[in-house]
Every structure is written in C-alpha cells, then in structure tokens.
C-alpha cells in the first residue's frame, strides 16, 4: 500500500508539472490574442509571446520538479527512520 501511495504521489508531480508548462503557454497565447484583437497589434506579436511563455513554463516546471522531488525525498527519508526505529523495537 505504501508504495501505491509513491506511485499516485509521482503521477500527480508529472500532471502539475506538464499544467504548469501549459499554463504559461495558454497565458502567453491569451496576452497575444488581446494585444492582436484590442489593441491593434500585429499579428507576429503571437511568436515572441509564444516563445516567452514556453521559457517561463520550462523554468516554472523545473522549479515545480525540484521542489516536488525535494519534498518525496524527505517522505522516504522519514519511512527509512520509522523502519529503523520499528526495527530496533522488535529486536528488543
């Protein structure tokens, strides 16, 4: 059961971080679509966006990875001292 719990928990750090990529794009998108439609721009103004929400979405998903790993690192560091502890308990 445990670890199904790790498998879920990994599953869900791939969903938010592939969110987290799309988001930036989609606002990116949205910003150029306005610029376009309210504010007169030219269309080529969708490129730059476009590039510029697929950097920040690259650097928010590492960012996102690194922390998440970060955090299912200190999960399995506090299963190894429960074990340990459980260990030394039953040796006794």
Known sequence: MKEGYSTFYVINIVFQSIFTLLWQIAAALLVGWIFV???GAPPW??????LLG???GL??????????????????????????????????
């Open 37 to 39: 439609r309210f504010v």
């Open 59 to 92: 650097v928010s998903m590492v960012r996102f990875i690194l922390a998440a790993m970060k955090s299912l690192e200190r999960i399995e560091e506090e299963r190894r001292r429960k074990r340990k502890t459980e260990e030394k308990k039953n040796e006794k």
């Open 45 to 50: 103004i969708y490129v730059p966006l476009i």
């Open 54 to 56: 697929v950097a920040s």
